[in-house]
């Protein structure tokens, strides 16, 4: 009985998957407030050429540098787990394969690209990286990865998050990064919001704007910003995640996968684990591939395919993607992630071409199936990742009724230690499920009124 698939360094991938060759239908180009598509130089006060090379790149295979994989190389390859234990609790036929990410120092697979992005910027003569952070986690995986390769590192952190979760923000001060809550006094964007809402509890979308205020105003020249999700660069190095389960697979003769799951909030997790596999797919494979969103939040399930901003302050170009409306706020009586209004285009265009099937859960639901998981595997995992547990579990009990013997893989994007109040409040029962309203989605979906379609 083999509970753990590890691999060696050596066998680690030498190249990231780019799925955008590879969709039947491309992705339309981003746009500028003109309506025109942007340029890569127009992204150039924002992110470095080398990673915007990446983002627009048609290359279907792209090369590690070996610098990078050394950097991987302090946590990856990461294991591959056959869950018995749960399979046992459920007395289903199906196998459960899961990979688990949260064995990360930050302990997600958000290092996965903070690392690469970090490097990047080094190698472009980048000195400091400025960034946003909503719950913390990417906050804490860009300060790490700041640690390792040498970049200052500041993070704009959404003000209540700030009051309310003191450790993320040790977290990234041990390594050695700057957390200030956002709105802060010092950007244009701060300041102003500062005067009219001293009190404002912050929003994600004010914290990307004072982050991306402070990268291109920066006299020297010297400072990018770096996002965590949604862009297909990002897509591009979590695919490191399915490469290598492909190999862990087949160290074991397991030769075909019928379920692929990743809960989705940007869908950076997904996509990681996904991607290569929806290579197949679109080489004849039969697979479901099954992205998992928050009832509340139902970007893929039930929003329109739009042009949009990617935040609130409509900074950024406008990206083709499922979206709520960037001025979208999720209920406050949800507890996990999973919040943001879009999701990546990439993302957006394999569930338009019928490669990915999406499906939005309750999060009463996804909390019974982390404590089920809590209970059989050991592992607590964060209430973002719950929703992809959640999943696993349906497939399985899906699969016990047919009395199929299917193959199931999720990907265990992070553990929970860093969110145990979620819990909490789910064991004194003081959360509720909650399904977004079409009446309150519609009042949500005006802010697209007037803007380009794709
Ligand atoms: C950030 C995060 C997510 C959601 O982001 P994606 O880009 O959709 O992956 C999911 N799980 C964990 C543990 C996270 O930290």
């Not at 491309?26 to 050429?49: E, Q, R, T, Y």
């Not at 295979?61 to 787990?81: F, G, K, N, Q, S």
Request: a negative charge.
């Amino acid at each position: 009985m083999q509970v753990k698939v590890v691999l060696n360094e050596d066998e680690m991938p030498r190249q990231w998957y780019n799925l955008a060759p590879d969709l039947p239908t491309p992705v339309p180009p981003p746009l500028g407030p003109d309506g025109k598509p942007i340029s890569p130089d127009m992204l150039a006060p924002v992110f470095p050429m080398n990673l915007i090379e990446q983002e627009v790149s048609q290359e279907r295979w792209i090369d590690i540098p070996e610098e990078v994989l050394a950097l991987l190389y302090r946590w990856r390859p990461t294991p591959l787990h056959r869950a018995y234990a749960l399979e046992k609790f459920l007395g289903t036929p199906a196998k459960i394969y899961y990979k688990n990410e949260s064995v990360s120092p930050p302990g997600s697979h958000k290092p996965n690209t903070a690392v690469v992005q970090a490097w990047y910027n080094k190698q472009f003569g980048i000195e400091k990286l400025t960034t946003e952070t909503g719950a913390g986690q990417w906050g804490s995986a860009l300060s790490f990865a700041g640690a390792l390769v040498g970049l200052e590192i500041k993070v704009y952190m959404v003000r209540i998050s700030f009051d309310q979760k003191p450790f993320r923000k040790i977290m990234m001060e041990t390594w050695g990064g700057k957390c200030i809550p956002s709105p802060s006094p010092y950007t244009k964007t701060g300041r102003k919001i500062l005067k009219e809402q001293p009190d404002t509890p912050g929003s994600l979308g004010i914290a990307i704007s004072e982050a991306i205020e402070e990268a291109v105003t920066d006299p020297s020249g010297k400072t990018r910003y770096s996002l965590g999700s949604v862009l297909n660069h990002v897509m591009l190095h979590q695919t490191i995640i399915g490469l290598e389960v492909k190999k862990q697979l087949e160290k074991i003769g397991e030769k075909k996968v019928d379920v692929v799951i990743g809960c989705a909030g940007g869908g950076s997790n997904f996509a990681g684990l996904a991607f290569p596999f929806m290579y197949d797919k679109i080489n004849g494979a039969e697979i479901d591939i099954i992205p998992v969103e928050p009832a509340s939040c139902p970007t893929m399930t039930r929003a329109p395919y739009v042009y949009d901003f990617g935040d609130t302050a409509e900074m950024t170009p406008l990206l083709p993607m499922h979206s709520l409306g960037h001025a979208f706020i999720p209920p406050p009586i949800h507890a996990g992630g999973l919040r943001y209004h879009g999701i990546a285009p990439l993302v957006s265009g394999a569930i338009n071409d019928g490669l990915a099937t999406p499906k939005a859960l309750h999060q009463l639901e996804c909390y019974e199936a982390a404590v089920t998981f809590a209970r059989t595997e050991g592992i607590i995992v964060a209430p973002e990742t719950s929703h992809a547990v959640a999943a696993a579990i349906q497939e399985a009990k899906k699969a016990k009724e047919e009395g199929k013997e299917k193959v199931i893989l999720f990907n265990l994007s992070g553990h929970g230690l860093m969110d145990l109040t979620g819990y909490q409040k789910y064991f004194e029962g003081e959360l509720q499920d909650y399904a977004l309203p079409d009446e309150e989605m519609q009042k949500f979906l005006k802010v697209l009124d007037g803007l380009p379609k794709p």
